[in-house]
């Protein structure tokens, strides 16, 4: 399968360009019987707005969707279900600068070295762009999650130095300020960097950590198609996104297995890990602990600060970039969400055929 | 496609348990026309043994292959490559405890969540073996890269809390000690680390670094495919491993955009980045320089020590595990080498297909 | 994959209803450097309406398609073209009867025990009109193909009990009749089969045969993805179609493996076969000689005539339906001639992937 | 996904060479519970050895099955299943002629052309060793589909120009001849008819036809992956299958609308269609009635009768062959009978996402 589709059972397809008219998405493989209109699908869109600060340019980027089939009376009906986003504030205009020069950081020499056409698209902001789709696609598989009792705390856990304390974090912070952190004495000092960052024409990046409560144990195929590495190509997939790391993560690599092998326990009828060293896995198949997901996501390239690089034609230049946006760590969150929920719906699926039980019970064979 | 198979185009299957009659790998997609032995494919085996230290378990893992298909005269012939690996220090008896403690940090809880049955595979274990199959269809896709130029440089960079300093690191170094570490001192330092853990039956992690030489520009699908995207999914899905990151890492966010946009330059009729801090690749395609993949390998959950745990009807037990490894960090870098090796092919013979004119000039079309 | 995608390489996904806002669909993985316009595209749309004869009832289906993503300045660049179509004539309105009556030899039952949500799409229909997706990707599959030196000679074999005779047809007849038969005797003959079906509310079935030309050796991978395999997935997923024969079809069952083994010549530095019994292909790969494939069209179900059969409450009805069209079949010519243009593009750019000296060729590798 | 793998959730790989350590088999996708056996296996094998009669030529092939990984305790515990088939009477040695000349009908020049090396395997004869294979993973799927209540009845229903009548066909006729046929007066034509080619060295065709019972209505994806797509793709991808058609097949074309529109009835609590014109599809989604499905298997072209062609130099040469087999067809019956098991595992477990209830109810979410 070429590249712009993902997922093997629930297969999510997106298109666009900043230039183009529009962008949208194709999701197929939904089950019939969703309740999913376009107002739900919008709410997860508005968090992926630019947030609002004193320091930042002013940038409308209302995206809006429209579900064009697959959706009968408000439900799934079991046929794709195709959306489109339209932004009244993107210019329809060429950025005048692509195919000329190598900006530093930017993808405008990787597309010339791949398809040999100028590369007219706008590229790297072409790509941000493109994970609007990916949100309403993670709307779709969210409401499917919810309906399996699924659901995701995600929020930012640092933005540049600047990193939450978990002792002072609490889930209600996360919608009070516009860095999406949990902890409201870290955004304080975050903001502060970034107001700094933005009089510089700078910009900064940060980690992203998500929790997933409610997948049962068994999802996850034992081989490749691990949990874990599903959900890191899922999040790796995210333009700027360079680091995924599950539970402990690198940091495990400091302890011993004696403090990193979850021991179980059993309580109210349930099985339970006392720890959750390893992030909610064990060889790659979900243990009915919460999946801790923590990415890394690389300051912006498109910097106000002129730099020395090439054209096209080898010949050196000062390109003097405009800065976009200080950080998008905050309006990644959604995104990075998005791609875990795409992820874990194909899983789900493809987990109800591990059991030849189960089957027959499907088909109510005697 | 089920878990069991990697890659699109160029497809590696894997079966096989430990208490099964050997293990073994089908590569489909293979060109025809690629020189292969089996000793080269037993010289990849080689790297995987557990290396010989004083204070390790003496454990004789000989992994012989036999090639069954595929290669006619020692040429590949088009036709999927067959593989079978035998060792015969694999004890083909129950490990007894299957099946009824839910060992500390291993995967038979999931096992049975997952498929109901009674896990009689050895499990943790049995993982681990598989990836011998991942060596052997490595070997092959590295035959295939050597012919394109691309080479690999793979070691351990840290093992517990001993890092490598890259300032006394070599090359040379890698084979000079069993932990494959590139700096002589860390590694005596580490060795003396892991003496202590062994006497105590506990394990240590560590980090893995590989760096690949001589990748074309262009490799990598722009959306979902991403070359960084497929990478971590292919490193990902090795057990133990549950982080990965390239480039600069999650160490970038402690950056800027003005520190870590790679600018361009042209020398010797070449367009090169003066910096790497992306690890080879910019928007998900690679640019021509090394790509750059850092791995953490949690502390292997085989332990000496007596722990507290439940068995499957949920009854609390003490659980006194044999330590199996003290750390399996070396014999790792060989696994991750193939699991971007094979990743890598993939993702080459996909890109061959980006521009109309090199298809007509392949089809001689006028 | 779901469903609702061809292709592993070059891959083709649709969307849409009949009652839903347009049809559209998303191409994956075209090179780029192809040009291609509207204008190309709208010319197969319009192979697609259906014909004006006087005995057919007026139906206007006009479908328009705009280009939303994929083409910069009349030239693909490598990232998803997307596609919408449009027909003013499309009612937006619900077939009252859908739901209630399980319509004679329509899909109306299926959908019903496949999704259990009423199934309010106006089925049969709505399976045709999606057609014109697959028409709009064929376009783009047929401008690829070109590039290759490759065509398409496609027409209607028979009508009913009339079929061409193959001494009395020329090429340049398939347009002067409006049922694209290449024998203008025996187009007269169905015409009049036609209308007298047409008087009784009846319709007709008919075969298609295709003839392509240019296809390089070669083609088609010898054990699951035959290249015979693939055409006959991608002809058969069109609905109403029930039969696909090669070469010499069934009829091949009759005569020996003396009079079919197809034997080699060579002639101006080309082998040829001398005869093409198989119809292009030996072992499943393409042999240089056209490919010929012949397609069964059942009559469409949707007739004018009152037929005896249930609801979705097992009560049984009359059901008077309204008939659509006589015969699709002239129609179906371009959806048949566009699925296997689809499948072969998908297999030349696998087929690319055989050699590994073409291989280093393309990456200009020492 | 390369070309040697088949089925998207439920995959069979093969692999193997007629000179090469014997053939092979991966089935990734089986869920765990299914009981299974070698001797299960190996009686589906022997329904494929040529069949004993007095005009064919000795010919010893016995394959035996080993069952290599994935079942434990004679059931099967989720991991892929990987089974080596052996055969003591293949000849481990080259075919002389091979790479020489082309022989005609077979495959040594489509090799030749797509990998460039000399096609030292053997090709025809290779082809259909691999066949054995497909059977293995078909007695896995067949074990799968009997827990579901689903079963095949597959016979011989024309050889040469000799068919079957309906009239005098009976089920329990089917094992009593060595050609398979359900009507031993059409197989004592057939048997007079083959041993005048056999005196010859020529070879037959023949139809195959395979009914399935206790599908339930559902299966089958409505766009592209339609079951008779699915199906038609699976047993057109073995060798000398040249045709395929459903139900009425190419004969519905001589019928009309009112003719072929199955109507519904409701009985016994059960919908069902009066007539079965479409052979258990409508719209590509299972109607709960059989499914019926045709094929077409061209005479083998190795014939022992002298035939000019020309070799790989281009010269003119007599190619005096060796007869193989008078008729495949009997031998061929289990092989089409396994493609379409394996097909219909594939869909069957693909349909069971198609409702959110039943996804609700297996992950018991309230």
Known sequence: ???????????????????GNGIGVVIDG?????????????????????????????????????????????????????????????RAKKDENTGKVFRPGQDDFTYEAKYGVAANRGTGNA???????????????????????????????????????????????IGANSLRMPDQEAAGEALSYLEKLSAEGNSAGGTIEVIVSGVPAGVGEPV?????????????????????????????TLSTGAGTADAFTFASGRFEKKTNSTGGMLGGISDGSEIVL???????????????????????????????????VPRAVVVVESMMAIALVDMLFENMLSKMDAIRDFYKAD
Not at 1 to 19: D, L, N, R
Not at 42 to 48: A, P
Not at 236 to 241: A, K, Q
Not at 306 to 323: I, P, R
């Open 1 to 19: 399968m070429a590249g712009s589709s993902f997922g093997k059972i629930f297969t999510v397809t997106t298109w666009g360009e900043p230039v």
């Open 30 to 90: 939904v089950p019939a019987g969703v309740a999913i209109s376009e107002n739900d699908v919008q709410s997860y869109l508005n968090r992926r707005k630019p947030f609002k600060a004193s320091f930042e340019p002013a940038k409308h980027e209302n995206d809006f969707v429209s579900i064009n089939s697959g959706i009968s009376n408000g439900i799934t009906n079991g046929l794709p279900i195709a959306m489109t986003i339209t932004n009244s504030s993107v």
């Open 127 to 173: 790509v941000w762009r493109e994970t609007a789709a990916r949100v309403a696609a993670g709307a779709v598989a969210q409401a499917v999650l919810a309906r399996l009792g699924i659901s995701f705390c995600s929020y930012v856990s640092s933005i540049g130095p600047v990193s939450i304390r978990y002792s002072s974090s609490a889930v209600e912070n």
């Open 224 to 252: 490749f198609n691990k949990l874990d590495a599903r959900l890191a190509e899922a999040v790796m997939s995210i333009g700027l996104i360079n680091g995924v790391e599950f539970g402990e993560g690198f940091a495990a």
């Open 294 to 328: 923590r990415a890394s996501v690389m300051p912006a390239p498109a910097v106000g600060i002129t730099m020395k690089t090439v054209d096209s034609e080898g010949k050196e230049v000062d390109y003097a970039g405009t800065a976009a946006e200080t950080t998008i």
